[in-house]
C-alpha cells in the first residue's frame, strides 16, 4: 500500500457491515498464490512447492519445523485450506484476508495469529506498508503477504543454508526471527525521514519557500503512519513477551525482549521526529512573518520619504498668481534643500529604529546562519 | 439524530433533576412502537408479532432463542412492558428511553443492559447516530431502537433463514452479531470522512479559500462526534470481553474479541484523522498567508517604483522661475532617463532579493505541486 | 458563588495557613442557619425545626431516618454541634464551613463526609456553583448549604409524600438520591453552554467582530470550571461505588452506578464543548485574517491601478520647455488612451489573480453559508 | 530563592559530578546555624538552645515529643552532627545541604526524611521558594530550613503554650502539623497569582499593550514553578499516607489525607490558571491583531479616497496644449464635481463594507466591554 | 556523538534488517580497545592491563571486585572475548556494539546489561551524548565506552585509592557509583541550557531578532534530546530499584533510589524548560508581530496626513483657465492654512487613538522593561 494521500494513508479491506462473522472477501486484483514450504531439521532443509491443501497437511505435519511462506491472496483457495485443513480460526482467517489489520498477537489455543505490518521506503516517493500475516503453531509458521517481500530474503538464505542458529531451534524462534527482522526494516524507513526533515530544516532556517510547509505536512503525515503501526506492533510484542503459555519458549522470550526493545528504539525516534516537525512548523510561520516584514518594512521607508517630498513639490507646483518663493533666484536650490533636511531626517529616525541594518541573507551571513543552527 | 449543529452534537435526552429515579419521559414526537419476535432453534426459525405484555413474556419463554426486535418508543408501553412483566430493572429501562446515552455494557444479574450507538452516514450531509438499547438475558435478547435500522437487515435475512451460524447458537452470540454489525458500520463512515479530508488537503494545497476552514472545522467536529462514541464503545466491549460470569460464554468471548479489535481500528483511523486535520489548519493558516504576501509584495513593488518617479516628475512639475534644467534642450529626455535608471535600479534590487519570480500557481507548477503532496 | 473572573472563579475559603488543625472560620456575611429534620419510616414523614444541639441529637435518634436539612452557616453554631454534639471529625467540619472544596467522599467511620458542588445556570450570565456538604450516617444524613437550594425541592416534596421510593429505602439512598439530583443539575446547564456556543459558531462563521473571542473566552473559562467540578465528582463516585465497607448497600451502588454513569455523560459533553471552543478560535483567528486580506487587497488594487496613472499625469504636467507631446494636437487624447491602456493591463492581471472575484459574504451568498455549516 | 529568571527558576545546589555518594557541599554564604530544640509532653513544654552535637542528642532522647528546629546551614557542623550523632542516612544528609531537592518522602528505616518546599509571595515581586528538610524519628522530629520562615511562627506558638492539640500527640502529629502549615501557605500565593491574572485579564480585554504578553509569560513561569513543586508535593503526601509502616500512626494519617486534600486543591487551581493563562494568550494576540486591522484600515480608506482624486487632480496639471476642458468656463467646478461624486461612491462603498462602523473602545462602549466579560 | 542536527540527533548503529539475530558490526573508524582491569579488595587496588581473552578471564575471577575498564571499540576482539570468554549473551553484545541503545536494564541471569548515556557539554556549541554499556555479575563489572570518558576519572581515583567507600562493597555498589556519575553529568548540561534559554528570554523581551526563534528551535531540539535519554535512564533506574532479585543487595538500593530522586530531578527541570520555551515562543512570534504593526503604524500615520496634503495641492496645480482662487492675493496663504488644519485635525485624531504614543524602547524604558521581566 503506498501512502498517497490522507483517505488512503489508514485503509483497511473490510466486508460489508452485517456479514456473517467469520466472513472474508478477497479483491479481484489479487496476486496469484505461491507457496513454498521450507521443511528443516537440524543441519537439513528441505524445499517444496505446495498446490494444493493435503500438501499443505503434508508439509506441516513433516518431521522438523516448517515454514509455509506464502505470497499473494489469489482467488482465495488457500485462505480455504487454512480454515478448513489446518484449522486455523475463521476469524484469523479473516485478518489475514483483510489487510490493514492493527499488529497484534491473538491466542486462538493451538493455531495463533501474529499480525506485524512491514514498511519499505519507495525512493523518496513515501512509504509502502505491506501486511505480515503468521499463523504460529507448535511445529510450523505459515506466513502470507500480499506481495512478494524482499526483506525476508535474508531469513529465507539462512534457513536454506540449514546450518544458521533458526536451524536449531524451533517454529517460535523462526517466528521471532521474522518479526525481528520486519522491526529492524523500519531503521532505514525513519532514517530516511530523519533525513527528509534534516534538510527541510536546513530549508527553512536558509530559504523558505511557500511549499515548505506542504513538505512539512507530508513528513508528518508518514511520521504519524509509521508512528501508529510502530505503536500496536509494540503492544503486541509486549503482550507475546509476558504470555506464560505462549507458544514462545523462556529463552526465546528474551530474543524477543530484544525486538521489543528495537521497537521502542523506532518509537523513541519517531516521536522525537513528530515534535522536531511540529517545532519547525512554528520556525517555518515566523520566517514567514519576518518575510512580510521586510517587505512591509521596504514600503514603509520609501512611501514615507518620498510622500512628503511630492507634497513639497506638489505646493510650488501650484498655480496661484501670488506666490512669491517662486519669483527668488534661490528658490529652487532652497526647496531642493528642504527636500533633502526632510529626507535625511527621516532617514536618521529610521536609523535609529534599526529600520536600516540590513537583512543577513547573503554570503556573508552564511557562517552567522550556520551558527544559529548550532 | 443528524448532527447540525455543536449544541446538537451531544445531547442527551433528561427527565429534569430530582426526578424520582428510573422516571423516564418519552419524547412526545416517539415513532410508534413495531415489536417483531424471532424465535429460532436449531435450523428452524419462527416470526412473530408482539403486541402485549402478555405476548412479550410468551415470546421470551419459548424455547430456543429469541430476538425481540423493536423499534420506535411510542406511547412508553414497551418500556412499562419490560420493567414490570419481564423484570428489567428501571434504571434499564430509563436508559432505553433517554437515548443519547454512552454506550456501555451494565450488569444487572439476569437482565442486563448494553447500550451501543450506531452511526450511519447521510449522503454527505453528516452523520446520524442512532442509539442500540440492548437487553441481553440467558435465552433472549431484545433490542430497542427509535427508528428503523438498515444496518440489521442482514442479521435478519440469516437469521430468518434458520441456517446460518448465528442459529445454532445462543442469545450471547446473536448479541456478538449485532454488536458486531454496528461496530463494522463505523468503517464505511470512516472511509466517507476521510475522502472529504482528501478533498480538502487537496483544496488547502492547491487552491483554498475562505470557506475551507470552515469544512475542515465542520470535519473536526464529526470526528470528535465519532471518536468520542466509538471510545466509549471500546470500553464496554473491554468490559464485555473480560467479565468472567458475564453472559457471555467462553467461545463467544474470543468473537467479541474480535469486535473489539474492530473498534481499535476504527479508533486509530480517527485519531489519525484528526490529528491529519490539525495539521491541515496549520498549512490552511500559512497558505492564507502567503496569500496575502503576495498581495502586499505586488503593493511595495508597484509604490516603491513608482512613488520616486512621481517624484522627479514632481520636481519638474514646480513653477519656480529660475530652474535652469527646464530650459535645456536634452532637460526632458535627461529627465526621463534619471526615471529610467532609478527604475531599472529599484527593479535589479527587489529581482536580487528574489521578489520577482513568480508565484508557481499556474498550468506547469501543478506537476511541482503534485510532487509536495507525495 | 457567581463565576465573574478568573480569580473568583477557583476561589475556596481557607483559614490562616498554621492555624490549628481542624480550625475553621465563617464568614462575617454568612447567611443565618435554618435546619429542619424530615424523619420519615415507611409510608410516614414527620418534619420539625431544629434549632439546639439537643433537638439536633434527638432528631438524629428518632426511629427511621432522618435528613437533616440546613441552610446558611450562620455564627458557626451549626457547625459546633455536629462536632460536639454528632461526634462529626473536626476535619470534616472545618471542609463544610470552607466552601470550594473538590468534591470528594471521606470515610471517618461511622459519620462520613460527601462533598458535591450543585451549579446552576444564572439567565445567561454564567453559572453558580453551590457547595452541599452531607454527613452521612447509617440513620441520618446532614446536609449544609450555605443558601438554599431549588434544586432540592423535588426531593423535599418526595419525603414529605412519605410514600416515594426515597421513604421505603435507608438513609444510604436518601444520599444517593441527593447525590443524582445534583449531577442531572448539570445536564440544563450544560445544554445551556452548548447553545451559546452553537450561537457563537454562527456568528464566528457569519459575522465575527472583535468581540467574538471575549465571549468565546469566558465560555471556555466556564467550560473550565464545570469540567474542574465534575472531574472530581465522578472520582467521588467511583470511591463510592467500589467502596465495599461503605455506608452503600448493594441495591443502592447499582444506583450510584447510574449516577456515576450521569458524570461521566457530564464531562463528555464538557470536554467535547472544549475541544470545539478551541477548534473555533482558530476559525476565528483565519476568519479575521481573511479580513485583514481583504481590506489590504482592495488597498492593493487601487493603489496599484491609480500610482503608474497619477506618474503619467505627473510626467506630462511637468514644465520643461522642450517636450514636443505637449504641443502635438493628439497628445492628451494619446494620454489619456495610453493610461486607460495601463489600467486594463493592471486590472486583466489582477483578474487573472483572482483578486477581483467578490467576497462571498452577501445575501446571495448565505445560502452556501449554511452549506459550509453542514 | 526568589525567582528572577528561567534559570534560576529550576535551580538544584548539586556537589560536582563523581562526588563520592553522600558527599554533601555547604554554600559559603550559607547563614549561620541557630538550633532551638522544643522539648514537650502533655501541658508542658520545655525551650533550649542547642550548640553542639551532644546537646543535640540530648535534647532528642529527653522524656516527651522533640522538635529540632534548625535554621541556616552554617559550616555545615549540624549536618554533621545529623549524620554522625544522630545517624541519618549520608544522603539525607546530602539532600538537606542541596536544596532545590523536588518534595519528597525516603523511608531510611529509623530516621525518615521529607522535604517539602514552602512559598512566600514577595509582594507582587514574584513567589520565593524556601526547601524545609524534616528528620523525623519515633519521637523527635528535626525540621531545617536556609533562612528562618516565619510560616511556622504560628506552630511554634502553639507548641510552647504546652495545651494545644499538637502537645498531645507524638511526633508525628507535629509533621503532619508542620507539613500543612507550608500546604496552606500556597493558597494565599495562589490567590495572589489569581489577582494578577485577573488583572491582566481585564487589561487584554480593554486595552492591551506590548508589554502585557510578557507579564502573562511571567505569570505562566510562576504557575509552571508552583506547579510542579505542588504536584511532587502531592506525590510525597501520597506516599506517606498510604504507607502502612511508616512513622505514621493510623490516626494522624486521617490528618494527612486533609493535607493530601489541599494540595489537590493548589493542583487543582494551579492548573485551572495554567489552561486560563494559555486562553488568554490567544485572547491578546487576536486583540493585538484586531489594533493592526484597525491601523490598515484607517491607511486603506484614506488611500482609496485620494489617491484617484489625486489622479484627476493630475489630469488637469498637465500642460498639453490641446486640452479642451481647460478653457471651459465650467471646467474647474465640474472637475470638483467629478471628485467629490467618486469619493462619495467609493465612501459608500466602504460604508456598505461595514469598515466605517466605529472601533467600540471609547466611554459608551465601556458598559458592552462589561458585558463581555461576563 | 556530536548533535549538528535533527537527523543525527537519534541515530543508532544498527546492522541490516535481516541479520543473525545477536549478528553485530563494529564501525571501521572505531578507536581502538584499551583495558584496564581495577582489582580492588579491602584497603588495597591492583591496576592491570588486559590485552587477551585469558588475561580478561583472569582478571574478573580474581579474589575480590574486578572493575573492567574498556575503551574503543577496536576490530570488535573485545566484544568477541565478552561474549566467548565472559558467556555474555550475544544479544546484550550486540547492544553494546550498536550504540545509540536507549538507557535499560536487561536481566541475562548471569550477566546482566546496564546501558546508561553520559551527556557532555561542549563548550556551547550543543552536548555529546555517550553510550555506556555495563556487564554486571557478582564480582565483577566490564564497562564500555567508545571513547576515554572523563565523567569517570574522580570514580578511577577514589578506586585506585583503595580506601573510599566503594572499595569497601560489592560489585553492585560499584555499578551504582558508576551510573549515579553518569546522572549527575547532566546537572551542569541542564544549568547551561537553562542559562541558554534565560539569555533568549531576555533577548526575546527586549530585542529580538530574526534569529532568535532559529536559536530557540535549536534549544528545544538540545532539551528534547536530553528529555528523550533521561526519561528511559529513569525507567531503567526504576526497574532495577524494584528487581528483587537483581545483582543489587538491599544496602545498595537504597543509593539507587537516590540517583532515581536525581534523575526524577532532572526530568523535572528538563520538562520544565521545555514548556517555558514553547511559552517565549509565544512571547517571540507576539513581539515580531509588535513590531510589523509598529512599521504599518508609522506608514498610515504619513500617508494619511500627506496624501490628502498632496491633493489639495493638487488640485491647485490644476490648469484651468477659469479658477478664481488662483488670482486671489490670498489664495496662496489660505491653501497653506487649509493644509494646516487638515494635517492637524488628523494628527489629534491620531493622538486621540493613541497612536502616537511612543514605542518604549529606549534607554529611559529599560527599567520598565525590567519590571515587566519580575
Redesign the interface.
Known amino acids: 500500500m503506498q501512502i498517497?494521500?490522507?483517505?488512503?494513508?489508514?485503509?483497511?479491506r473490510?466486508?460489508?457491515?452485517?456479514?456473517?462473522?467469520?466472513h472474508f472477501v478477497v479483491p479481484d486484483d489479487a496476486q496469484p498464490t505461491a507457496i513454498r514450504a521450507l521443511i528443516f531439521r537440524e543441519g537439513h532443509c528441505e524445499e517444496r512447492s505446495v498446490t494444493s491443501a493435503e500438501e499443505l497437511v503434508e508439509a506441516t505435519a513433516a518431521p522438523g519445523v516448517t515454514w509455509i511462506d506464502a505470497v499473494g491472496l489469489g482467488d482465495g483457495s488457500l485462505l480455504h485450506w487454512l480454515r478448513d485443513a489446518l484449522g486455523v480460526?475463521p476469524?484469523a482467517v479473516a485478518d489475514i484476508a483483510h489487510t490493514g489489520?492493527?499488529p497484534?498477537y491473538?491466542d486462538?489455543g493451538e493455531r495463533d495469529l501474529i499480525v506485524v505490518q512491514a514498511v519499505e521506503s519507495e525512493d523518496g516517493?513515501?512509504v509502502s506498508i505491506e501486511q505480515v500475516s503468521m499463523i504460529v503453531a507448535r511445529d510450523f509458521v505459515v506466513t502470507v503477504t500480499e506481495r512478494p517481500l524482499p526483506?525476508?530474503?535474508?531469513?529465507r538464505e539462512?534457513v536454506r543454508s540449514g546450518t544458521?542458529?533458526?536451524c536449531r531451534m524451533g517454529a517460535d524462534f523462526l517466528t521471532?526471527?521474522l518479526i525481528?527482522?520486519?522491526i529492524?526494516?523500519y531503521?532505514?524507513v525513519v532514517?530516511e525521514i530523519?533525513?527528509v526533515?534534516?534538510d527541510l530544516?536546513?530549508e527553512i532556517?536558509e530559504r523558505p519557500t511557500?511549499?515548505t510547509?506542504?513538505?512539512l505536512?507530508?513528513v508528518?503525515?508518514t511520521l504519524?503512519?509509521v508512528h501508529?503501526v510502530m505503536y500496536?506492533q509494540r503492544d503486541a510484542l509486549g503482550t507475546m513477551m509476558r504470555a506464560e503459555e505462549a507458544p514462545f519458549s523462556a529463552p526465546v522470550r528474551?530474543?524477543l525482549?530484544?525486538a521489543y526493545?528495537h521497537s521502542?528504539?523506532v518509537l523513541?525516534?519517531v516521536?522525537?521526529?513528530r515534535?522536531?516537525a511540529v517545532?519547525?512548523?512554528?520556525?517555518?510561520?515566523?520566517?514567514?512573518?519576518?518575510?512580510?516584514?521586510e517587505?512591509?518594512?521596504?514600503?514603509?521607508i520609501?512611501?514615507?520619504i518620498?510622500?512628503?517630498?511630492?507634497?513639497i513639490?506638489?505646493?510650488?507646483?501650484?498655480?496661484?498668481?501670488?506666490?512669491p518663493?517662486?519669483?527668488?533666484?534661490?528658490?529652487?536650490p532652497a526647496?531642493?534643500l528642504l527636500m533633502a533636511v526632510v529626507a535625511g531626517g527621516l532617514l536618521y529616525s529610521f536609523w535609529r529604529r534599526g529600520?536600516l541594518r540590513r537583512?543577513?541573507r547573503y554570503p556573508l551571513d552564511d557562517a552567522?546562519?550556520a551558527d544559529?543552527?548550532?
Not at 279 to 293: A, E, H, I, P, Q
Not at 306 to 311: E, H, V
Not at 313 to 323: D, K, L, P, Q
Not at 325 to 332: I, P, S
Open positions: 498517497e494521500g490522507t483517505a488512503a494513508l489508514f485503509a483497511r473490510a466486508p460489508p457491515a452485517g456479514s456473517r462473522p467469520g480460526h476469524l489489520q492493527r497484534k491473538e486462538y516517493e513515501g526483506l525476508f530474503d535474508p531469513v539462512r544458521a542458529m533458526v521471532y526471527t525481528d527482522t520486519v529492524d526494516g531503521f532505514p532514517e530523519a533525513e526533515l534534516n530544516e536546513d532556517t511557500e511549499k510547509l506542504g513538505y505536512h507530508t508528518r503525515r504519524l503512519a501508529r500496536r528474551v530474543y525482549r530484544d526493545d521502542l528504539q523513541d525516534s516521536e522525537s521526529y515534535e522536531m517545532g519547525l512548523t512554528d520556525v517555518y510561520l515566523s520566517s514567514m512573518s519576518n518575510r512580510l516584514g517587505v512591509m518594512k521596504t514600503l514603509t520609501v512611501s514615507t518620498f510622500i512628503p517630498l511630492s507634497f513639490a506638489g505646493v510650488y507646483g501650484m498655480n496661484f498668481e501670488h506666490m518663493e517662486l519669483g527668488w533666484v534661490w528658490g529652487y526647496a531642493l529600520w537583512r543577513r552567522d546562519g544559529a543552527e548550532r
